[in-house]
């Protein structure tokens, strides 16, 4: 005789797929902060590496060391002393881009202390994300530089025409196109970011379109997370690392 039944089948539980990396970048001044705003908004988990180099730059140990390499050329006030509890005192950020931006050498050992600090708080926000987060978002500069990349499932690359970009950095940092100039030259061309980029999003000061835009990449990339219909976020195969990538000491800010 057959076999009693043992009861109902149950479904095999599946873990659900890892939210997707989505790499963020773009030119100076191009809007990836309000991108970034928006795919927050849409449920992403956005790793802003401009905000934390900030962080880094209070860490007692950075500070340390970037006075013991460049004494009072980078001290935010020549004239205070450290505070009571042997805290160095604070860094001039502008002071030590000038430092930088002269020299690849100086760059280099600026990138190799700071990148590996934004690396670990990166990693760490990641691993805090919600389980329903639809993505998590690496907003990097250097995202190409620095061959973070690679560590992306999807690479979205804002476009914006430079006079507008001019103007935004005009406004917002007192740069003219010289120094515009000056400091996109330190990165890899515009060209060659949009033209390894997965999606190109055009932020020309139209915010109902840029959102729509981006609804639209994250919509393709990540579905709803928890829609019983959905299957997950597809997942591409590893990205090669970028052609022709120059070393790099860490990861990009």
């Known amino acids: 005789t057959a076999p009693a039944a043992l009861g109902p089948t149950i479904p095999r539980m599946s873990r659900a797929a890892p939210p997707p990396v989505l790499g963020l970048t773009g030119g100076i001044a191009s809007g990836k902060s309000t991108v970034a705003r928006?795919?927050?908004?849409?449920?992403?988990?956005?790793?802003?590496?401009?905000?934390?180099?900030?962080?880094?730059?209070?860490d007692p140990g950075i500070r340390a060391q970037l006075l013991a390499?460049?004494?009072?050329?980078?001290?935010e006030c020549h004239a205070c002393h450290a505070p009571p509890d042997g805290m160095p005192p604070p860094i001039d950020r502008r002071a030590v881009a000038e430092i930088v931006f002269a020299s690849p050498d100086e760059r280099a050992r600026l990138e190799a202390l700071i990148h590996p600090w934004i690396a670990r708080r990166r990693e760490a926000l990641f691993a805090a994300a919600p389980a329903d987060t639809r993505a998590l978002v690496i907003d990097a500069p250097l995202?190409?530089?620095a061959g973070l990349a690679a560590r992306?499932?999807?690479?979205?690359?804002?476009?914006?025409?430079?006079?507008?970009?001019?103007?935004?950095?005009?406004?917002?940092?007192?740069?003219?196109?010289a120094e515009l100039a000056r400091r996109e030259a330190a990165q890899w061309p515009l060209d060659r970011k949009r033209a390894l980029a997965d999606h190109v999003i055009r932020n020309d000061g139209d915010p109902a379109s840029l959102r729509a835009q981006v609804r639209a990449v994250?919509?393709?990339?990540?579905?709803?997370?928890?829609?019983?219909?959905?299957?997950?976020?597809?997942?591409?195969?590893?990205?090669?690392?970028?052609?022709?990538?120059?070393?790099?000491?860490?990861?990009?800010?």
């Open 38 to 58: 928006i795919l927050r908004d849409e449920g992403c988990v956005v790793a802003d590496s401009d905000e934390l180099a900030r962080q880094a730059y209070n």
């Open 143 to 145: 995202l190409h530089e």
């Open 152 to 177: 992306c499932d999807r690479v979205i690359f804002v476009e914006t025409p430079e006079k507008l970009r001019v103007s935004r950095a005009h406004a917002a940092r007192g740069w003219g196109l």
């Open 218 to 253: 994250l919509d393709e990339v990540s579905p709803v997370r928890g829609d019983p219909g959905s299957p997950g976020p597809a997942r591409s195969a590893p990205r090669p690392p970028d052609p022709a990538r120059p070393p790099s000491p860490g990861q990009g800010t």
């Open 69 to 75: 390499w460049w004494g009072d050329r980078v001290r």
